[in-house]
């Protein structure tokens, strides 16, 4: 996310004021570098909600995955257990647009399922919310909580919800994920499907 301008405007009228009060010279420079630092970390806050927030799941849900695929860092890991450990954004983009990646796999003896048409944009929309993570200088960690939803007999109904476990690494002044485990809380996940994420399309 690149700066709005605000740390330097913020920074610029409060050297100004401090100028003209007596005795204050002396704190000018910290204070103003105590309330850069503040901004900082504000928009840092502000980069993150719009990563986890916005970006992802709107890309997801409009099924633009090669924008997806780079919000990962290019050594950034996404685990899927029971599914896949992808690393990097190609990898990414290969899975996921696989309209047949999360589909149950057809049991010895059935005949080949037929491919399963493109899913429509929103037509199982993600919702995130509850964030809580902790910026350390150009790293982050924390969680979001995620609900999926869809339609049964024409009704809006849940599909599953859970969390992801992420870190975040700025790059090049952007927030991206250098690794992010999806976990199923609704229904919830045995430790062996947990544990079960093989590595895919590794080149």
């Not at 899913?119 to 919310?129: L, N």
Request: proline share 8%.
């Amino acid at each position: 996310m690149k700066r709005t301008g605000v740390t330097l405007a913020v920074m610029l009228v409060l050297a100004t004021s401090l100028a003209t009060v007596p005795g204050c010279a002396g704190q000018n420079d910290k204070q103003v570098a105590e309330l850069a630092a503040r901004v900082a970390a504000l928009e840092d806050q502000l980069a993150i909600q719009k990563l986890v927030m916005g970006e992802y799941p709107h890309a997801m849900d409009q099924r633009r995955m090669k924008d997806y695929s780079e919000l990962w860092a290019q050594d950034g890991v996404f685990v899927i257990p029971s599914l896949a450990t992808l690393h990097g954004p190609k990898a990414i983009f290969q899975l996921m647009s696989n309209p047949n990646a999360f589909a149950e796999p057809a049991k010895p003896g059935e005949p080949p399922r037929p491919p399963r048409p493109e899913p429509r944009s929103y037509q199982v929309p993600h919702m995130i919310g509850s964030l809580a993570y902790e910026v350390n200088g150009d790293t982050a960690t924390g969680v979001a909580y995620w609900t999926e939803t869809t339609l049964v007999d024409g009704k809006a109904a849940v599909a599953g919800s859970g969390h992801y476990e992420d870190k975040l690494r700025k790059v090049n002044g952007q927030w991206k994920f250098a690794k992010r485990t999806v976990v199923r809380d609704v229904p919830a996940m045995t430790p062996e499907q947990m544990a079960q994420a093989p590595d895919r399309y590794a080149e």
